[in-house]
């Protein structure tokens, strides 16, 4: 069965740090991959996706980037954190098209992030 | 532009009650899914239900139902026999049948299940 992984589960970090926050996915290959943001009370936001090694689409410009090194991580990152970046960020991942469970996607347990 | 229309941020049912959270979404599409997630406090979110739009037929989970009204684009959830364990927020999403990378998401029903 397929899991996926995210850590840290919790992060402080100061304003003006960098910020690493990984997503693994395990039992699947090739999978789509995602990035949302979540503020507190708020819905989801799409951050970035990813369709392959080294693809990456932005979806909102900001104070971050994602890559993706290999098949089953997906990386966000930050060179220097801001206030506004603090919320829940949720990683996710879906199959190919016409592969069992293409239509919808799976997310991981979350990284709370609060920026100082 | 897709967009996905929770008007209820918050609502309560007693328990064992049954509770109706709407959806409406924006799209020219014809062909596409719809789902509902929930967010429980672990923040962990969990796929409930899913629905084809080609499909006619409301798609059931064992106390979960959906009401789909394509015309409308309406897309309600129905949770009879409320239980505690109910109690998250639950997200409406939207998926065009083709385009498998983005997922449009409402911001959200906070369902309070009361004892």
């Known amino acids: 069965s397929q899991t996926i992984h995210q850590w840290p589960a919790t992060l402080v970090q100061p304003v003006g740090s960098p910020l690493s926050l990984e997503c693994t996915v395990e039992g699947t290959s090739n999978p789509n991959l995602y990035w949302y943001r979540q503020a507190a009370g708020r819905g989801l936001q799409l951050l970035f996706y990813?369709?392959?090694?080294?693809?990456i689409s932005s979806e909102v410009p900001q104070n971050l980037s994602a890559s993706r090194p290999q098949d089953r991580q997906f990386i966000l990152s930050s060179k220097k954190l801001l206030l506004s970046d603090s919320g829940f960020y949720l990683c996710a991942w879906s199959a190919l098209p016409g592969t069992s469970g293409s239509n919808e996607q799976f997310f991981g347990p979350g990284t709370r992030l609060t920026v100082l | 532009a897709q967009t996905v229309t929770q008007s209820q941020p918050e609502m309560s049912v007693q328990e064992a009650e049954t509770v109706i959270l709407s959806c409406t979404y924006d799209t020219s599409e014809s062909d596409y899914y719809l789902f509902w997630y929930k967010q429980p406090p672990s923040r962990q979110m969990i796929l409930v239900i899913r629905q084809e739009a080609y499909k006619q037929q409301n798609a059931t989970e064992n106390r979960f139902s959906v009401n789909f009204q394509k015309a409308a684009k309406s897309f309600s959830l129905k949770i009879s026999d409320s239980q505690l364990g109910d109690a998250a927020m639950y997200f409406c999403a939207y998926r065009r049948r083709y385009n498998f990378n983005k997922f449009y998401f409402g911001s959200g029903t906070k369902l309070n299940v009361k004892p």
């Open positions: 990813s369709v392959g090694i080294g693809q």
